[in-house]
């Protein structure tokens, strides 16, 4: 079973707006990692905030984590044409990464 | 800097054949893994190395073996390719293991289509 889950599984937005993805997960973690992913390539990692950091940045990415609600989400502000892509969030369980299902993210010009 | 190179890059499999994907890593980083990707599921992991000559089953290891024989290496071998082990495969690798708070390097893929 998933053990994280993004949510919307697609978004649609101008160029400019923010754009807003959620990620549920099941289990106690240590940290959660944020990945994109251009189409046809391999995922790169965006940031990670650890189980005791409620809210981290880097540069236009806002990354928050609520362990109570077992849920992060991430903000991107000010959005492009170049952020279009895949974002997966991630959870270590046991020392391994857990990959949710991904929300593709749609930025028009 | 390459960081981790996945070849082939593409491969067409007919059903019951073999084959090998290379995952090399020039960045010195102990541990690597070997995911599937597959619309709507996600990134599975397949196998893992947590250094030389050391490997561990991930969530679904079933017809896949691997190999890490040489640090930079990670092999990922196909004894009887079948139509449900087409997917496209990311090799990946970390200096440690992600409760250190490591990201993980992904390769750009092999896509694997068995018919």
């Known amino acids: 079973s998933q053990q994280g889950e993004e949510d919307p599984q697609a978004l649609s937005i101008q160029e400019g707006e923010n754009a807003t993805m959620n990620c549920s997960y099941k289990t106690s973690i240590n940290n959660l990692q944020w990945y994109r992913q251009n189409s046809g390539r391999g995922l790169v990692h965006l940031i990670l905030i650890r189980s005791n950091e409620r809210e981290k940045h880097s540069g236009r990415l806002r990354v928050t984590l609520d362990t109570s609600k077992k849920s992060s989400s991430l903000l991107i502000t000010a959005s492009r044409a170049a952020d279009t892509a895949s974002y997966f969030c991630?959870?270590?369980?046991?020392?391994?990464?857990?990959f949710g299902q991904g929300t593709e993210l749609s930025v028009k010009p | 800097n390459a960081g981790v190179t996945q070849t082939p890059k593409f491969r067409v499999l007919k059903t019951g054949q073999s084959m090998t994907l290379l995952c090399a890593q020039d960045m010195n980083h102990e541990y690597m893994y070997w995911y599937r990707q597959d619309p709507g599921m996600g990134l599975r992991l397949i196998h893992y190395?947590?250094?030389?000559?050391?490997?561990a089953k991930g969530e679904v290891p079933d017809g896949y073996n691997v190999s890490r024989l040489k640090k930079q290496n990670f092999l990922l071998g196909l004894e009887s390719a079948a139509p449900s082990q087409t997917s496209v495969y990311f090799c990946?690798?970390?200096?440690?293991?992600?409760?250190?708070?490591?990201?993980?390097?992904f390769g750009s893929g092999t896509r694997l289509t068995v018919v």
């Open positions: 190395s947590v250094g030389e000559g050391t490997t």
């Open positions: 991630a959870t270590d369980v046991g020392g391994k990464l857990i």
């Open positions: 990946a690798s970390s200096p440690l293991s992600s409760t250190a708070n490591y990201g993980y390097t």
